[in-house]
């Protein structure tokens, strides 16, 4: 008997977009496939089943995981696999964040029609463009490199969000550069642009997965810690205890990105005031145990002294090859 089929059978919990379906086939794959008797759950949660609402109109922080936690919880799946940008950085009692694969682009991506394009503005879209969005953060960094832009809701699939740019019903959309290159997607004659992550902040722990069990499954905790990827580990841990710190989660226009450098870290951060309105960013430089402390303590500084963070600059590039 070969060591991977030595292990016991794992049910994966999953969401059923095509997104969430990638990510749990990937980890599917990971932990050695059906062979090695890992099988897949679709479980629907508030946030596929209500796609008329915008996500700050969300009653709690669980509005994508909260029904896969209580699978997990009640044992009728083994691990829950989420886009960690998604998952609340607070626990449930009895669960752990038990592992984060190798961590994917970071990184937000325009993708413009060429009738809206126009690369006198920082952000490149023509004056009056309608750019879809169902971020908060977006949002509000949209207002601050893009007056000259409407941010319109949008909500569906990664697949749904590109198509209504395509057929005409938006101008432009921004989409996490993750989620389009995972699905392999085309965008057909739409000009695609990367954002740089370093002004355009992306959401804490954007492009890495998260996979949650119970706390008391030992043995499989041990095992989902061979398919973690430290580095990315360590970065997102710092974002996320920043956005903990900041009280934030989807309910706040927040971005966080943290880099090591041996036993330094840098945090990047920004966040927008209460109404949504000015865009304040910092950058925090230090010990890893100390920068989401000083990070909090200069983006709060910044929010009382009223003083956003100044627009324009070199903000996109045209999109590298995705192959």
Excluded at 68 to 90: C, F, G, M, W, Y
Excluded at 230 to 247: I, K, S
Aim: hydrophobic share 45%; with cysteine; charged share 20%.
């Amino acid at each position: 008997m070969s060591a991977a089929q030595s292990w016991p059978p794992i049910v994966i919990g999953t969401r059923g977009s095509d997104l969430a379906l990638w990510q749990a086939r990937h980890l599917q794959a990971l932990l050695g496939g059906e062979t090695a008797g890992v099988t897949l759950q679709i479980i629907k949660t508030r946030g596929d089943k209500l796609l008329d609402i915008p996500l700050q109109q969300q009653v709690d922080k669980g509005f994508f995981t909260k029904e896969l936690e209580s699978a997990l919880l009640d044992r009728h799946i083994d691990v829950a696999i989420h886009s960690l940008k998604d998952l609340p950085t607070q626990m449930p009692p009895g669960l752990v964040l038990a592992a984060v694969p190798p961590r994917a682009d970071v990184g937000d991506v325009l993708f413009v029609r060429p009738e809206a394009y126009d690369p006198e503005f920082a952000l490149p879209v023509r004056h009056g463009a309608r750019v879809g969005t169902a971020s908060l953060r977006r949002t509000a960094l949209l207002a601050h490199v893009a007056p000259q832009a409407k941010a319109e809701f949008l909500r569906g699939n990664v697949p749904t969000r590109l198509d209504k740019a395509k057929d005409g019903q938006l101008d432009a959309v921004v989409l996490a550069r993750a989620g389009v290159s995972r699905l392999g997607l085309d965008w057909g004659d739409l000009l695609a642009f990367d954002l740089e992550p370093k002004l355009w902040l992306p959401a804490a722990a954007q492009g890495a997965l998260g996979v949650q069990c119970r706390d008391d499954d030992r043995a499989l905790c041990e095992r989902l810690q061979a398919i973690a990827d430290p580095a990315a580990t360590q970065a997102v841990t710092l974002e996320r205890e920043l956005l903990q710190r900041m009280e934030g989660g989807c309910h706040s226009p927040f971005g966080a990105l943290a880099e090591f450098n041996g036993e330094k870290a840098r945090l990047w951060a920004g966040i927008a005031n209460a109404a949504g309105q000015g865009w304040y960013t910092v950058t925090a430089t230090g010990p890893a145990d100390a920068v989401a402390s000083r990070a909090e303590e200069l983006l709060r500084v910044a929010l009382a002294a009223d003083r956003p963070a100044q627009g324009g600059g070199v903000w996109v590039q045209a999109a590298r090859s995705w192959s």
